[in-house]
């Protein structure tokens, strides 16, 4: 079945650092999506990439989709300690099932 | 605008006991509606979806069931919960003209003693 895999499980970063984290699928996607979860709250809808290669931004976040739809990932600029959370990124395949990924937790150390 | 409602937020509940969560929607018709239960610093691990009133899949097997008694509420329940039952549980909804993309519940934390 489709798996998703995030890498890393856990990101501690320096306040006003980049880091990067990833999302594999070991099918192809229609889409790809990412959430954040703050600590203690529930998960909330970042943004939807659907094109081959496609790059979005959103502020401090660039959010990239592979070429061959099976990968992803979340880039974060000048990290800030509201950027603490985990998050999550979610593959679609063509049956329109999502599946998760583990997360990636991020702590940021000011 | 959608709103989506869970509750309680918090619930304590000794072994053995019953249990019914409860999730509603508004703002949207016939969405697709999810229950995920999330250990503790863990992933999201989907339990049941349903697409319609009375149509439920679950995804895992387990002590738990779901019901869809209307369009736009879903209900998560057990006869007897478990001690691996505790978690924190989120209802989400979706839709295709929003290209499934889901929106989570405040969810509910549960300990089960």
């Known amino acids: 079945g489709q798996q998703v895999m995030q890498i890393p499980q856990y990101q501690h970063v320096q306040e006003g650092e980049d880091f990067t984290t990833y999302c594999n699928s070991s099918?192809?996607?229609?889409?790809i999506q990412w959430y954040k979860q703050r600590p203690g709250g529930h998960p909330v809808f970042l943004i939807q990439?659907?094109?081959?290669?496609e790059v979005k931004k959103q502020k401090r976040l660039t959010f990239q989709f592979g070429e061959a739809k099976k990968n992803s990932s979340l880039h974060i600029t000048a990290t800030q300690t509201t950027d603490v959370g985990t998050y999550f990124c979610?593959?679609?395949?063509?049956?329109?099932?999502?599946?998760f990924g583990a997360g990636t937790q991020v702590v940021v150390t000011p | 605008s959608q709103t989506i409602h869970q509750w309680p937020a918090t619930l304590v509940q000794p072994v053995g006991s019953p249990l019914s969560l409860e999730c509603t929607v508004e703002g949207t018709s016939n969405p697709n509606l999810y229950w995920y239960r999330q250990a503790a610093g863990r992933g999201l691990q989907l339990l049941f979806y349903s697409v319609g009133i009375g149509q439920i899949s679950s995804e895992v097997p387990q002590n738990l069931s779901a019901s869809r008694p209307q369009d736009r509420q879903f209900i998560l329940s057990s006869k007897k919960l478990l001690l691996s039952d505790s978690g924190f549980y989120l209802c989400?909804?979706?839709?295709?003209?929003?290209?499934?993309?889901?929106?989570f519940g405040p969810g509910t934390r549960l300990t089960v003693t």
């Open positions: 979610a593959g679609q395949n063509s049956w329109g099932k999502l599946q």
């Open positions: 099918t192809t996607l229609s889409n």
């Open positions: 989400a909804w979706s839709v295709p003209d929003r290209g499934y993309e889901q929106y």
């Open positions: 990439l659907v094109k081959s290669g």
